[in-house]
């Protein structure tokens, strides 16, 4: 399927002026609500996919993804920004949660920052894992195929915020640990690496 084609019907359910249009092309019931507007999006992205779907039938619905375009491009720029703003949030608050015990001789702080990485990093595998279950046991019920890349679309995007929130701040908290026992003063001075380490730990 072309990429526009896929993202149209993924975001059908956010687009309530195609809902008719979509609907009369297959000949189904127009949806009611977001979820039944999720419904048919699955179901006409496993024709499609399946080739059940005649080819004036998949023209016509390029046709009216494609005056959707521009909005299209605009809802996958958003949660493109929301889901980089939400990894830069979770990185600063991990750090500033790990870095609130580094000048601390609590042995219970010092452990903590450390924990939160290790949770973080069992938290992405267990994710991983259960998703890679659950679309097998999905595979097995034969869930439907546009249905199924559906859901596995939505579990990579959000594997990807998580992930990228715990390669971020294990980069970052481990690189300015290992210039802070190197050079333990660059901290207290007042410049941009100063800064930074101030920022970082």
């Known amino acids: 399927m072309a990429p526009l084609l896929t993202a149209g019907l993924s975001l059908l359910p956010q687009l309530p002026k195609m809902w008719g249009a979509v609907a009369g092309i297959f000949g189904k019931k127009v949806p009611e609500s977001v979820e039944s507007a999720g419904k048919l999006a699955g179901e006409v992205m496993g024709l499609v996919q399946d080739g059940r779907a005649t080819p004036e039938q998949t023209v016509m619905l390029e046709a009216r993804i494609m005056e959707h375009k521009e909005t299209i491009l605009k809802i996958q ?28 001789q609590d ?10 990485l290790r949770d973080l990093f069992a938290a ?44 971020t701040a294990f980069v970052g908290y481990t690189t300015a640990r290992s210039v802070d026992k190197r050079s333990p003063e660059l901290k207290d001075k007042n410049n941009m690496i100063g800064k930074l380490l101030k920022t970082a730990l």
């Open 77 to 104: 720029n958003e949660q493109a920004e929301i889901a980089r703003q939400s990894r830069k949030d979770q990185m600063s608050t991990t750090v500033q949660l790990m870095g609130q015990g580094l000048s601390s």
């Open 107 to 116: 042995t219970y702080v010092a452990r903590t920052r450390p924990k939160i």
């Open 124 to 167: 992405c595998v267990i994710y991983s894992l259960v998703c890679t279950i659950l679309i097998a046991i999905m595979a097995v019920l034969k869930v439907p195929k546009g249905t199924l890349d559906t859901i596995i679309s939505l579990m990579q995007w959000f594997g990807a915020a998580e992930w990228g929130t715990f390669t």
